[in-house]
C-alpha cells in the first residue's frame, strides 16, 4: 500500500517551518490568510469527517516544502474559500491584493454551465487553468499540490469517484507535473493514481519490491561504498554527494507490464545518484564509473547536451556490478538536481527574481502552444488528449541538420517534424530526409536520427488532408486543421456533409435535410457555430468528432421523431455484403468481386479500406497496411481516389483467415518446443512454419495460422510473449 501522508498539518507546523528556512515570508500575511479560510470554512467537513480547513493547509505546506513564495501559499490557503463559501474574489483581493486573488481565481473551478458531459466539464476547468497559467505558472503548482493532496486521502471517497479521480490525476495531472519538471510530485501522483486504477498489479510489484528489501538495500550501500571509496582519491571542487533509491511502483510496472519485461529484466530498477558542482565533473564521474564496472551497450544518455523537453539535465548510464545485477548511475550537478527536483519551482526557491526569466518563458512555452492548438479544434475534450499525448514523459530526440536537439513524443513521424520546427515549413513541406536518405512521410523518427525536411517554392503550396491520420502530435494537428479551416472553406464544407450522410446511413438513420437542421441547431451555441455551414466546415476539417457528435444526435432524433426505420426503410442503410463471401461492405459499391489482400491479410474486427483495380473488383487492405500509409504519404489525389471506405458486416458469421506471425526468441535449447506447445494448445491450423536463425545470433520462428476472429489471434500472441524465451511476437506481413 502506498505511503498516504495522511498527518494532519497545522498553521503551527507551517510556521515552525518557515522559521527554520532561509527564505523571508509574510508571516502576519499567512496568518491573517488562514485564519480568513478557516473562518470561511467553518462547519464544512472533508470525506473523512475532518474539519474541512485542513485540506488547504496541507496543500499550503506541500508548496512550502517545493519553495513556493508568500503569495502562492496565502492562495493555497484560499484556493477554496470563493467556489465553496459565500467569500468572492472582490473580497480576497481587498484583504490580500491583485496576486493572490488572480491565483485564487486561477484555480477555482469553472462555475456550472451547460455542458453534453462531464468530459467536457473536465476539458473547460483543465483549459481555464491552462489560461492562467500562462498569465502565471504558480496556478498550476497551486493546483497539482491540491491534486497531490486529494489523491493521498483519496481512500475515504466512494469507489467510484477513486477511480475517476486516479484516472483523471494519471491522464492530466501527472503528465503536467512531468512537463513542469516537479519529479517527486509527479511519481506520487503516478504511483498513487496506479493503486487505484489497478490495486493488483500495484500491490504484486510492491510484493517483489518487499521480499528482496533487505538485499536491495544492502546491494545499493555496497555500490555508493565502492564509487566513495574511488572518489577519496580524486580531486572535486566539493566533495560529491551520493544517493541510492529504487525506481517508482509505476515505473516498474510500464516497464514490466507494457513491456513484456520481467522485473530482472529492467536495468534501472536500481539507481545511484551522484552529484557534483561542475559539468565537467560530471564527465570525469562518467569516465570513473565506466572504469569501475561494465557498461551496457546502448544505455548511455547525455541529457546534458541534449535536455529533455522539460529541462531536465543529467548523464544516465546502466552498467552491471561484479554480482552481474544491473543498475543506472545519474550524474548531474546541484543546480542539475535542484532543476530535476523541483522543476519551475525551483525558481522560486532558489532564486529572488524571476519576473522575465527567459528560462521559465522557455519551460512554460508548451501552455501557450497547448492553447493554440485548442483554438484550431472545436472539441474541447481534445485538450485532454493533447495533454496526454504531448506532455506524457516518453519521448524521442531527433537532431536538425545543424545539430539542434528536438523532442517529440514517441511515435512522431516526420511531418510532426516540420510543424514542431516552424508552422511554414510543414505546410510547404514536399519529403523528407532522415540520415541523408529519403522516408515517406509516415515514417517514425527514432532518437539520435539527423532529419531534413524538404520544402516547395510554391508560396500557395498546403498540408494534404490525409496527414491528419499520420501525425502524433496535437501540435502538428492543430496546425493542418487551422490551415484548412482558413484556406479550404467551401470544401471543407462539403466533406463534412458528405462524412454527415455517411454516418447517417451507418446508424440508419432516415431523418429528412430539415429534421437533421432543427436538431442541430439546437446545439448550435454550444458547438460555437454561427450557421450549420460553420457546423459542416468544421466536422469536414476535422473540428468535431462524429464518433461523439453522431450518437447524441441519433438520440435527439429518437427522442423528437420515434424510430421510424420500420414504417419507412432506408435501402442504403442496410448492410448488403459485396460479392465474394468475404463479409465486407464497401461504401457505395454493390455485386463487385471482393477480395482480401495477401500482403496483410486483415482480420474480422481490424479497420480496414478498399483499392479498386479495374477488371479485379476490390481488394481489402488493413487502415495500416503499408501500401495505404505510402499512398497517403505521396498524397497523389488521384491514387488516393481508387482507396474507398469499407467496414465489416456485422451480420455475417466469422470465417477462419489466414494470419502471419513472427516470433524472436533467444536460441535456447528448448525454445522450439515451447513456442509448438503453445500453438498446439491453441488449437489453431498451421499452413506454414519456419524456424532460422537470425544474424543477431537470436532464432525466429515464422508462421501462418488459421483464426477466426483477431482476438483470437491477439490471445495466442499474448501467450507466445509469456514463454521465459520470447523477445517479441507480433503479426507479420509476408
Known amino acids: 500500500m502506498p505511503d498516504f501522508h495522511n498527518e494532519t498539518y497545522t498553521i503551527d507546523m507551517i510556521i515552525s517551518k518557515i522559521l527554520t528556512d532561509d527564505r523571508q515570508y509574510d508571516i502576519s500575511k499567512l496568518i491573517a490568510a488562514y485564519e480568513f479560510a478557516a473562518q470561511c470554512h467553518e462547519g464544512q467537513t472533508r470525506s473523512s469527517g475532518e474539519p474541512y480547513i485542513i485540506h488547504p493547509v496541507a496543500v499550503a505546506y506541500i508548496l512550502l516544502e517545493l519553495g513556493m513564495d508568500t503569495d502562492t501559499l496565502c492562495a493555497a490557503l484560499l484556493h477554496d474559500v470563493v467556489e465553496d463559501t459565500d467569500a468572492t474574489r472582490e473580497d480576497v483581493q481587498k484583504r490580500f491584493g491583485h496576486d493572490v486573488a488572480m491565483l485564487v481565481d486561477g484555480v477555482t473551478k469553472l462555475a456550472k ?39 493521498r486521502t483519496l481512500q475515504y471517497r466512494p469507489e467510484h469517484k477513486q477511480q475517476a479521480t486516479a484516472f483523471e490525476t494519471m491522464n492530466v495531472y501527472a503528465p503536467i507535473a512531468h512537463r513542469l519538471g516537479i519529479t517527486s510530485v509527479q511519481e506520487e501522483l503516478e504511483d498513487l493514481s496506479f493503486y487505484y486504477l489497478d490495486h493488483f498489479a500495484y500491490s504484486e510489484i510492491e510484493n517483489l519490491l518487499d521480499n528482496k528489501k533487505e538485499e536491495r538495500e544492502a546491494f545499493i550501500e555496497s555500490i555508493k561504498e565502492r564509487i566513495a571509496e574511488r572518489f577519496r582519491s580524486e580531486d ?53 564509473i565506466h572504469d569501475m564496472f561494465r557498461p551496457i551497450p546502448n544505455r548511455f544518455k547525455d541529457y546534458i547536451a541534449n535536455p529533455k523537453q522539460n529541462g531536465y539535465q543529467s548523464l544516465h548510464t546502466s552498467v552491471l556490478g561484479k554480482e552481474g545485477i544491473p543498475f543506472e548511475v545519474q550524474i548531474r550537478t546541484w543546480e542539475m538536481h535542484a532543476n530535476a527536483e523541483y522543476g519551475v519551482a525551483a525558481h522560486w526557491k532558489y532564486k529572488e527574481h524571476i519576473q522575465g526569466s527567459t528560462v521559465l518563458d522557455t519551460r512554460i512555452a508548451w501552455v501557450r502552444q497547448v492553447l493554440e492548438t485548442q483554438q484550431a479544434s472545436d472539441d474541447p475534450e481534445e485538450l485532454v488528449s493533447t495533454i496526454k499525448n504531448d506532455i506524457a514523459p516518453e519521448e524521442v530526440v531527433v537532431l536538425t541538420p545543424k545539430g539542434k536537439s528536438i523532442g517529440l513524443p514517441v511515435g512522431s513521424t516526420v511531418i510532426d517534424f516540420a510543424y514542431h520546427i516552424h508552422t511554414e515549413i510543414g505546410h510547404r513541406m514536399t519529403g523528407a530526409k532522415v540520415d541523408g536518405r529519403i522516408v515517406p512521410l509516415s515514417y517514425r ?136 463471401g468475404s463479409g465486407v461492405i464497401v461504401d457505395g459499391v454493390d455485386q463487385m468481386e471482393v477480395k482480401l489482400a495477401k500482403c496483410c491479410s486483415p482480420l474480422q474486427g481490424e479497420p480496414i479500406i478498399g483499392f479498386t483495380t479495374v477488371g479485379h473488383g476490390i481488394t481489402i487492405h488493413k487502415q495500416q497496411c503499408k501500401k495505404y500509409q505510402d499512398a497517403v504519404a505521396r498524397g497523389d489525389s488521384e491514387e488516393l481516389g481508387r482507396w474507398i471506405p469499407a467496414h465489416w458486416a456485422s451480420n455475417i458469421t466469422p470465417g477462419e483467415m489466414n494470419a502471419n506471425i513472427e516470433v524472436l526468441c533467444v536460441n535456447s535449447m528448448s525454445i522450439l518446443g515451447e513456442l509448438t506447445t503453445v500453438i498446439g494448445e491453441a488449437h489453431l491450423p498451421v499452413s506454414n512454419f519456419n524456424f532460422h536463425m537470425v544474424k543477431s545470433g537470436d532464432a525466429m520462428l515464422q508462421a501462418t495460422v488459421r483464426v477466426s476472429s483477431l482476438e483470437q489471434l491477439q490471445t495466442l500472441l499474448t501467450r507466445l510473449r509469456s514463454v521465459r524465451d520470447v523477445i517479441s511476437a507480433d503479426r507479420a506481413a509476408y
Open 113 to 151: 454551465v451547460p455542458t453534453f458531459t462531464k468530459e467536457e466539464q473536465q476539458a473547460g476547468n483543465v483549459m481555464k487553468i491552462l489560461l492562467a497559467m500562462s498569465q502565471d505558472i504558480r496556478v498550476m503548482i497551486i493546483k497539482l499540490a491540491d491534486r497531490l493532496h486529494n489523491m
Open 445 to 580: 523518427l527514432s532518437t539520435g536520427e539527423v532529419c531534413e525536411i524538404l520544402t516547395s517554392k510554391d508560396p500557395n503550396k498546403g498540408p494534404n488532408r490525409n496527414w491528419l491520420d499520420l501525425v502524433k502530435t496535437n501540435e502538428a494537428r492543430g496546425k493542418i486543421r487551422s490551415w484548412f479551416k482558413r484556406e479550404k472553406r467551401p470544401e471543407n464544407i462539403a466533406a463534412g456533409k458528405a462524412s454527415i450522410e455517411h454516418e447517417c446511413r451507418r446508424l440508419r438513420l432516415n431523418m429528412t435535410q430539415e429534421q437533421f437542421e432543427t436538431i442541430v441547431k439546437e446545439d448550435l451555441k454550444q458547438l460555437n457555430c454561427e450557421t450549420l455551414d460553420d457546423f459542416f466546415a468544421a466536422v469536414g476539417y476535422g473540428g468535431f468528432s462524429l464518433v461523439k457528435l453522431m450518437p447524441r444526435i441519433r438520440d435527439h432524433y429518437l427522442r423528437r421523431y420515434g424510430n421510424t426505420e420500420a414504417q419507412n426503410p432506408d435501402p442504403i442503410a442496410l448492410e448488403k455484403p459485396a460479392k465474394g
Open 236 to 288: 572535486f571542487v566539493n566533495p560529491p554527494q551520493i544517493d541510492g533509491r529504487v525506481k517508482s511502483i509505476y515505473g516498474i510496472y510500464k516497464k514490466v507490464y507494457i513491456k513484456h519485461k520481467t522485473i530482472d529484466e529492467i536495468y534501472d530498477k536500481y539507481a545511484v545518484r551522484v552529484i557534483v558542482t561542475t559539468d565537467n565533473e560530471c564527465y570525469s564521474v562518467l569516465g570513473m
